[in-house]
């Protein structure tokens, strides 16, 4: 009977149109939706909101919804207002009055010619994008990007530049078909999530007057001594981990250096949280560290180890976070190989080898004349053949690069990582 419930319970809930597995506490957004990851993040850093359980991930996104998450994401929310609202269908009494103000006076989102706002109207793609074009830095970009999509015909003339820029940023939202940029359709609330999220992601790109960051304090990481830097910096937007400081992480899987060619991913994670001295919690433990091998160098004749280039760039956190980073192993030269012991071992085990093989030819040959002189061949053959073993164990090649699953490295960061919260 219970069975039965159940199942007509997942039933109904399909046929309703309701996912039958909700996530993170978002009733209707499935755990494989396409925007999951941003929606979790942004409702949970209370950038939207959700109405009673849900958060309507396919209903527009009104104008004025999007100026209150964007003020959100550029730690303006608490702006002092100091001047009047200009548009006529914006109330003073409404509960919207004071967050299109900040906006107006950030020179955000702006209304139309006829002196209105519109703020329940839904917010278009390409004022989107006009947005987010207007509050980061200029930059010189290539404006032949949007000539790439299929639908290019259909972005304004006055948004082409917009476009360009966001494109070059990584800041924009082209689902379901990559290869289309919708520009005069309306924003949906899952697509406003990308777009601010990633909006988060790429804080530094936001010019300084839009954006109000202040430092709450620095704090430290003490990973290895031999560090070049071990300052965090804690401001009320973003964990920003200073270029310079090392890490610690592990591989996912065993890793082979002669299995493995450059272009090749490979994965680590971090047993433990990454926590500063101080307590804040920077990468909680099971963060997944994304890379890829560089370039290996087989080993080479006379004990050259093989030697592995890796790069890793980006960290995915439990929770779906991502944070772009730019880090390579914290060893010479940045590679990664055997140890000087590990060559040891080979090169003695050569020795004792060679001492073996020594000792049993002495063996024979003396046994075979006169069985008398076995202790004179041990004697001889042993010394005799060690010094072979160990001549061929340092001229032979050097070992492959090896890594058991689990096995840490540190990895130091080439540039600063910002961690947004």
Not at 228 to 240: A, C, G, H, M, Q
Not at 310 to 318: C, R
Not at 404 to 417: F, P
């Amino acid at each position: 009977m219970k069975k039965l419930l159940a199942s007509l319970l997942v039933g109904g809930f399909i046929a309703f149109g309701v996912p039958a597995f909700a996530y993170a506490g978002i009733d209707d957004v499935c755990e494989n939706y396409w925007a999951q990851v941003e929606i979790a993040s942004v409702v949970s850093d209370s950038v939207m909101t959700l109405t009673d359980g849900n958060f309507n991930p396919e209903g527009s996104m009104s104008r004025v919804e999007f100026v209150k998450a964007l003020l959100k994401v550029l730690g303006q929310e608490n702006l002092e207002v100091t001047s009047k609202v200009k548009f006529s269908d914006v109330a003073k009494s409404s509960d919207i009055y004071a967050p299109i103000a900040r906006s107006q006076q950030l020179g955000l989102v702006y209304g139309y010619p006829n002196g209105k706002f519109l703020p329940d109207n839904a917010m278009l793609r390409d004022e989107a994008q006009s947005v987010i074009s207007h509050i980061t830095i200029d930059a010189d970009v290539d404006s032949s990007i949007v000539a790439k999509y299929a639908d290019a015909d259909k972005v304004p003339a006055w948004a082409n530049e917009v476009y360009a820029k966001t494109l070059s940023y990584g800041i924009y939202v082209n689902h379901p078909n990559e290869n289309e940029l919708r520009p005069t359709e309306e924003l949906s609330r899952a697509e406003a999530a990308v777009l601010l999220y990633r909006l988060r992601q790429r804080l530094n790109l936001v010019k300084t007057e839009y954006k109000s960051e202040s430092v709450l304090g620095t704090e430290h990481l003490n990973v290895s001594k031999k560090a070049e830097s071990n300052e965090v910096v804690i401001t009320n937007l973003r964990n920003i981990i200073r270029e310079g400081n090392v890490l610690e992480i592990a591989f996912n899987e065993q890793f082979k250096s002669k299995l493995h060619a450059a272009g090749d991913q490979i994965t680590f994670t971090n047993p433990e949280d990454i926590v500063t001295e101080e307590g804040t919690l920077l990468f909680p433990a099971g963060s997944t560290f994304y890379g890829s091998v560089l370039e290996i160098k087989d080993p080479q004749w006379f004990n050259k180890n093989a030697r592995v280039y890796a790069q890793i760039t980006k960290v995915v956190t439990p929770c779906g976070k991502t944070v772009d980073l730019n880090a390579k192993p914290f060893y010479k030269n940045y590679e990664l190989k055997e140890g000087p012991w590990m060559t040891a071992g080979k090169i003695a085990l050569y020795t004792v080898g060679g001492a073996a093989v020594g000792t049993g030819a002495g063996v024979g040959f003396s046994f075979i004349p006169d069985p008398d002189k076995v202790g004179t061949g041990v004697a001889i053959g042993t010394p005799v053949g060690a010094g072979l073993g160990l001549i061929t164990g340092l001229v032979t090649p050097g070992l492959n690069y090896n890594a058991k699953q689990g096995e840490e490295i540190q990895v130091i960061l080439l540039e600063d990582a910002s961690i947004v919260k």
